[in-house]
Structure formats: structure tokens, C-alpha cells
């Protein structure tokens, strides 16, 4: 049961939009962030919402490695492709960009692709792929990121945790949308075991030893101090097919770099040689398919919910009540939080607190008394 308070979805949208204007960011394009970070808690990934509203994108905007003005630059464009670089600004404007674009582009082409250099963090990537399954269309994005997972058989942090996301659309009330990184784990997830007292599950995070780590406070430190990183999907080692998963982080590496001519890896660490703050050059690849220029799109959609609703028919394991399908659950999610609104834990109160006291802004939030 939810014992957090809930802030309104105005409220909190209206909110987001002033702070991001306080800080330089475009009326437009602050509209466009809060709507992408909103949209996390909407299908209740948390851990990409209002809680990443001030560290990760106003305290960078403030130490100067996210430029608050997004100069988007067109580098190279075809009837079918276009790919941009974003010039260290919001990577969420650019992404609203390409993907309207490319959109526009599939409907004309029956399919389209681009990708931006010299990007930051694009919010959840389920945002981008379901604005064209919104339009009856097919979407998948892909993204790098600062190191944290490590190569099968390696112990060191060289890639990002590189989310390979999919949203098709179906004949249901809601898409097939797979969204999830690459790596077994994230670090909020260690962050939530942490602060529950719960150790992390073996086979999660590699030591520079090659050991697995289970103590989360100690993970923490080792992550900081990188002497220990994430293990792709699957697990560290073979034995439960870690490869697979450090295959496609290794897929979405090499896409989002070589699309756009950027950089990659170590390059995206966002500290220079000094380990001051610095740019983090983030790429991003997109691509768009028409289900009308193969079978049709209500061919496509009727075959994709009869699939989903196969296997959510099908025989379960003792002891559970549902098979869910994925966007299934983001989707009950929105159902049961549509009417009351946002759920904010004390540590989302005290920076909306502290933000509004900064800028001066006329603010009264239902938690505070």
C-alpha cells in the first residue's frame, strides 16, 4: 500500500517547467523535459522521474556539463535518415525532434532512422519508441551511457548500461514496449537493497577480483572508487548467459557511436583527465517501421495482442495469480496513479523544497503541513 504523499500530475508538470526556466531552459523545451520525466513515474519507473528532476539534470546544468539551450544542428539528412548533433544541450529536445521527424519521414518511406551526437541523458527510453507506436507505428531506440558494466570474463566498468528498447503498437488499450537496460541491475536498484539492508543478489556486481559482490553498502563504495562494476544481462561469466546481455550493451555501444561519428565508452565517463566534470557526449540511435507497408497495420496490431494475450492465457507457475506482457504493468501503473498523482519520497520533497525556495517561486506542495 502507498503511504507516500501524492503531488498532483499539474502541479509537479508545472513545477518542473519553472525550475527548468529559472535555469536557462526554453519555455518549449521545458515543456518537453518535464512531459519525458513525468511520463517515467506515469508507468512507475521511479528511478527516471522526479527523482532524477534535480541531480541529474538541474545540478548539471548547474556545475555546466548539460547546457540548458539546445543548438540542434542537422549534420546529415536523406528521405529516410537524418542525424544530428545536439551540441551538449537537453538530450530530451533533440530526441522530440528526431523522433518527429523520423516519424513523419516513416509515414511518407515506410521506414526511417537517425541518430544525435554530442547528446546527454534522453530520459527513459520507452518515451521515444512509444511516440511512434502512439502514430500506429514501430519504434526502438537504443542509447550509451558513462561506463558500469563490464565485458564477460572483464572486471572493468567499460560500458554504459544501454538500454535496446522496443514499442509496438497492438489492438490493445496499451503498446508491447520493452524498456530495460542491458545490464542485470541498475545502480537504484543497489541503492534501494542498500537502504533496505538487503544484500545484492550474487552474480549482480563484479570486484576487480573477479569475485562477486553481495555487501550493497560495499558495492556503492567500490562503484565510486571503481574498483567493482555491473554485470551485463544474464549474470557475471556463461553459465547464465552473461554474454548475451554483454553482447547487446556492446550493440547498443557500437550504434550509438558509429551512426553519429561520436564518441564512446571511457570517452562518456563526464570527467576529464583532472576528474573535474565535463561534457558527456551521450549518442543516441532511433528507428521508425510503417506496418502498413508489410501486412498492414491492423494486421500488425490484431497478430501482436493475440500474441500477448496467449501467453498471458497460458499456464502459470504454482503460486502466482498473472503472466503479464511487457507495458502491461507500466499501463496498471498509470490506471491506479491517473487520479491521484505523483508519489514523492522525503528525499523528492526536500529538493522540490529547496528549488522553490531558490528561484522564489509560488509553491505549496500537499506534503508540507
Not at 45 to 67: A, Q, V, W
Not at 275 to 294: R, T
Not at 295 to 315: H, P, V, Y
Request: charged share 25%; aromatic share 10%; net charge negative.
Amino acid at each position: 500500500m502507498e503511504t507516500r504523499p501524492y503531488v498532483s500530475w499539474e502541479q509537479m508538470n508545472s513545477f518542473m517547467i519553472d525550475v527548468f526556466k529559472c535555469c536557462g531552459v526554453p519555455e518549449e523545451d521545458a515543456a518537453i523535459c518535464a512531459d519525458v520525466l513525468l511520463e517515467s513515474d506515469r508507468r512507475g519507473i521511479e528511478s527516471h522521474g522526479c527523482n532524477r528532476f534535480k541531480p541529474i539534470y538541474i545540478d548539471r546544468i548547474d556545475n555546466g556539463t548539460l547546457l540548458p539551450v539546445t543548438n540542434i544542428e542537422i549534420l546529415k539528412e536523406t528521405p529516410t535518415t537524418v542525424v544530428m548533433d545536439a551540441h551538449d544541450g537537453m538530450g530530451m529536445v533533440a530526441s522530440y525532434k528526431m523522433m518527429k521527424m523520423l516519424i513523419e519521414k516513416a509515414k511518407k518511406m515506410g521506414m526511417a532512422g537517425g541518430a544525435i551526437r554530442n547528446s546527454t541523458h534522453y530520459g527513459i527510453a520507452g518515451y521515444w519508441a512509444t511516440m511512434a507506436s502512439r502514430e500506429g507505428l514501430i519504434g526502438f531506440t537504443g542509447t550509451n551511457a558513462r561506463p558500469s558494466i563490464a565485458p564477460t570474463f572483464g572486471v572493468e566498468n567499460m560500458m554504459g548500461t544501454n538500454p535496446l528498447t522496443f514499442a509496438l503498437p497492438t489492438d490493445e488499450e496499451f503498446p508491447f514496449c520493452i524498456d530495460a537496460a542491458t545490464s542485470i541491475v541498475q545502480r537504484g536498484k543497489i541503492e534501494y537493497y542498500a537502504r533496505s539492508g538487503k544484500p545484492t543478489p550474487a552474480g549482480m556486481v563484479v570486484a576487480r577480483d573477479g569475485s562477486a559482490m553481495t555487501d550493497s553498502d560495499e558495492i556503492l563504495k567500490a562503484l565510486v572508487a571503481k574498483q567493482a562494476a555491473l554485470a551485463p544481462l544474464g549474470g557475471i561469466g556463461e553459465d547464465l548467459a552473461g554474454y548475451k546481455g554483454y553482447g547487446y550493451a556492446a550493440l547498443v555501444e557500437i550504434l550509438s557511436a558509429a551512426f553519429t561519428g561520436g564518441q564512446f565508452m571511457k570517452a562518456l565517463s563526464g570527467v576529464d583527465e583532472n576528474g573535474k566534470p565535463s561534457m558527456y557526449h551521450l549518442g543516441h540511435f532511433f528507428f521508425v517501421v510503417d506496418p502498413e507497408a508489410f501486412m498492414g497495420l491492423e494486421t500488425f496490431k490484431k497478430t501482436a495482442g493475440d500474441i500477448c494475450r496467449a501467453l498471458r492465457a497460458s499456464q502459470k507457475a504454482p503460486g502466482q495469480d498473472r503472466i503479464y506482457t511487457a507495458g502491461e504493468k507500466e499501463y496498471l501503473v498509470w490506471l491506479e496513479r491517473k487520479d491521484k498523482g505523483v508519489p514523492v519520497n522525503e528525499g523528492v520533497q526536500k529538493e522540490m523544497v529547496t528549488l522553490r525556495d531558490r528561484f522564489h517561486l509560488d509553491y505549496k506542495f500537499p506534503f508540507e503541513k
